[in-house]
């Protein structure tokens, strides 16, 4: 059972640069989300989605596009990426809305945009 | 805006102690907390969920209490092992798509 699988694990950028990172899960979950992880200010909620086809901003969306076409993919656009954006991102899936039920974390994937 | 704080922000105990890791939130009309771990350059891993209209919740060593009223959370290590160390972080809903993450308490147990 793989879970969420994130890819790439490591990625270096330069300013201005664009990339995707990939979001996959395999169970069947309706709820899926991008945070940010950075020193010594905990996980940010990049966007989350409900249910395919649906998408909404969480705390920190500036910079981060996302798109869900479908149930198992739920991939994270830098259009052009700045310093700032350099964080380690994890994808979450959970089966019900975030708010309801228990969130399953991807293994990270490490950003540096130089 | 849920504020989450964990203090200690680290913490090294012997093998075989007990422990007990602290969560505050500022917002008393919290969905439900969730306690993950993390290991170094991993994702979270979760712990132990506790709905809103639940006090506490077990699994194995773990317990993990909830008071609304007073805006804590602790989560209890019993007979602490090496195995055990990690960073342990909790969240908190508040009934929007969004939990709000603690910077996380970083646990060393020595053999």
């Known amino acids: 059972n793989a879970g969420v699988t994130q890819t790439p694990k490591f990625q270096v950028l330069k300013t201005g640069q664009s990339m995707t990172l990939q979001c996959a899960q395999d169970?069947?979950?309706?709820?899926m989300s991008w945070y940010r992880q950075d020193p010594g200010m905990g996980l940010r909620l990049i966007h989350y989605?409900?249910?395919?086809?649906?998408?909404d901003q969480g705390e920190v969306p500036n910079g981060y596009n996302v798109s869900r076409s479908t149930t198992e993919d739920f991939p994270l656009r830098l259009l052009s990426a700045a310093p700032s954006q350099t964080s380690v991102y994890f994808c979450?899936?959970?089966?019900?809305?975030?708010?309801?039920?228990?969130?399953?974390f991807g293994e990270g994937s490490r950003l540096t945009v130089l | 805006k849920q504020e989450v704080t964990q203090i200690p922000a680290a913490l090294s105990v012997p093998e075989g102690e007990n422990l007990v890791l602290n969560c505050s939130f500022t917002?008393?009309?919290?969905?439900?907390l969730q306690w993950f771990r993390q290991d170094p350059g991993k994702g979270l891993t979760s712990l132990l969920l506790?709905?809103?209209?639940?006090r506490e919740q077990t699994s194995g060593r773990l317990n993990a209490s909830l008071d609304k009223s007073s805006g804590r959370s602790t989560l209890y290590i019993a007979a602490s092992q090496p195995g055990d160390s990690a960073t342990y972080l909790c969240?908190?809903?508040?009934?929007?798509?969004?939990?709000?993450f603690g910077t996380g308490t970083r646990l060393t147990v020595i053999p």
């Open positions: 169970m069947n979950h309706e709820y």
């Open positions: 917002d008393s009309a919290i969905y439900n």
């Open positions: 969240a908190g809903h508040s009934g929007a798509n969004n939990l709000f």
């Open positions: 506790i709905q809103s209209s639940q």
């Open positions: 989605s409900v249910g395919a086809g649906i998408t």
């Open positions: 979450a899936s959970s089966y019900r809305t975030g708010a309801n039920g228990e969130l399953f």
